[in-house]
């Protein structure tokens, strides 16, 4: 058990070992860690910043990652400060946007969520301690220790000269993840990458049940100008401010080259003045990050070291959510490891029963993965944007169609016909 402080500030008597270090504690690191002490593992939280901090995103979540936070055992009711939604308001091929509510179903709830990540992050930072996680802010590690002999990974340093040692070592520390390229793991690139940015607008839009997504994200007049691969989100926070922003997929010729920032500004300048997404009610700066889609860095275990969310390249092609399978690798990563530890760590079986983890992955999302990178492809050529958005986002049984297949929310035994068809397409594609 952990002997954190209640704040989660370690205390000056914090063991440098244990079962497992994890390395980050955005929602991927707190959750594993979570899992892990649940377990009964010592368990090492290393995070670089100090909470509460800012992290950019969109601050929507859907009834995927809301079904991730009531497994984690979090309380999500409005009570306890979340904002619920019904579903998403999609903008695309028509002058009225179709609210589509999220779908009824055995496996995920019908509801998503609302909360910034300055929050959400301290809450499952929080959540991981209050489970016995031992939490040390401030810890911005700069490297592994390797095993000369093995070259598996024994513990990790930080910039500030501390070494922590564990038989096990997650990196939960995102896309650019600085420990996974110590190790020689390099991104992929045969795999999709989005970039993001966002930012904050005071406005009376602030109150929406609906998250709201916009799948035509032209770059300046509407049906005038260059139809951008991506979607555009307008997320009401509740206290007076809407989250707004955009996402772009590499598949476009124009990315990389596009400035992202003033492309925001092009398309909320066509949205209705009194919405109020104008620069003189902007709160905060224009802020990006990287997308890093379909498994983009493999393999998720090896040499003792193991790879959760953006680290390991988790976030979904059609829709840009990372939070969802962050939480959901997480889950995957400490059921491995618990029962690698309880074989013996480093030891045969043990090695075997990490393979669980990478399987259930490729098992679980590979085929999925698969379809959005073709996805992805596709919607990169403004021909095929031209006629998905002119005949296909018009119609509304297509569309309730592509929300299950955007957002990932089938049932997975039985379900409707629109479930069995996704289900069926993932199962054929290969793995990601």
């Not at 969109?58 to 990652?65: H, I, N, S, V, Y």
């Not at 019904?86 to 969520?113: A, I, N, S």
């Not at 000269?161 to 045969?190: C, E, H, I, Q, W």
């Not at 379809?371 to 990169?380: E, K, N, R």
Request: aromatic letters at 8%.
């Amino acid at each position: 058990m952990s002997n954190a402080k209640p704040d989660g500030a370690a205390p000056a008597d914090t063991p440098t070992e244990s079962d497992v270090i994890v390395v980050g504690a955005g929602p991927g690191g707190s959750t594993t860690a979570a899992y892990l002490a649940r377990h009964g593992l010592s368990v090492t939280l290393l995070e670089k910043s100090h909470f509460p901090r800012e992290k950019v995103c969109g601050d929507g979540l859907t009834p995927r990652a809301t079904r991730a936070l009531t497994r984690l055992g979090i309380d999500t009711s409005e009570e306890n400060g979340w904002l619920h939604n019904k579903g998403l308001r999609v903008y695309g091929g028509r002058t009225e946007p179709f609210e589509l509510p999220w779908p009824e179903l055995t496996d995920f709830p019908p509801y998503g969520l609302v909360r910034p990540r300055s929050d959400f992050d301290d809450i499952l930072a929080r959540h991981a301690v209050a489970q016995g996680a031992t939490l040390i802010e401030g810890a911005n590690v700069d490297g592994a220790v390797l095993d000369d002999r093995t070259g598996r990974i024994t513990g990790v340093s930080t910039k500030d000269g501390r070494t922590f040692s564990a038989p096990y070592v997650v990196a939960a520390d995102g896309n650019s993840s600085r420990l996974s390229v110590s190790m020689g793991l390099n991104k992929r690139d045969d795999r999709p990458m989005g970039v993001a940015v966002r930012t904050y607008y005071t406005s009376p839009r602030t109150h929406d049940d609906y998250l709201e997504s916009w799948l035509e994200l032209w770059d300046g007049k509407p049906h005038e100008s260059t139809l951008m691969p991506g979607y555009g989100w307008i997320f009401g926070m509740g206290d007076g401010t809407s989250n707004v922003g955009l996402g772009v997929l590499n598949t476009s010729k124009s990315f990389g080259k596009t400035d992202y920032r003033e492309l925001l500004k092009r398309w909320l300048d066509n949205t209705p003045e009194e919405w109020g997404f104008r620069d003189q009610n902007m709160v905060g700066k224009v802020q990006g990050a990287a997308l890093p889609m379909a498994f983009n860095r493999q393999p998720h275990y090896g040499r003792g070291l193991v790879l959760v969310g953006d680290a390991g390249g988790m976030v979904n092609p059609f829709n840009g959510e990372g939070i969802a399978y962050a939480m959901e690798s997480a889950e995957l990563a400490a059921a491995a490891l618990a029962e690698a530890l309880s074989r013996g760590a480093g030891t045969s079986s043990a090695e075997k029963a990490m393979q669980a983890y990478p399987q259930q992955l490729k098992s679980s999302l590979g085929g999925y993965y698969r379809l959005g990178t073709i996805f992805v492809q596709l919607i990169g050529d403004p021909r095929i944007m031209h006629l998905c958005t002119k005949y296909g986002l018009p119609r509304k049984t297509l569309m309730r169609f592509v929300l299950k297949l955007l957002a990932n929310l089938t049932d997975a035994h039985g379900g409707d016909a629109m479930d069995r068809i996704i289900n069926a397409l993932c199962k054929a594609a290969p793995s990601a």
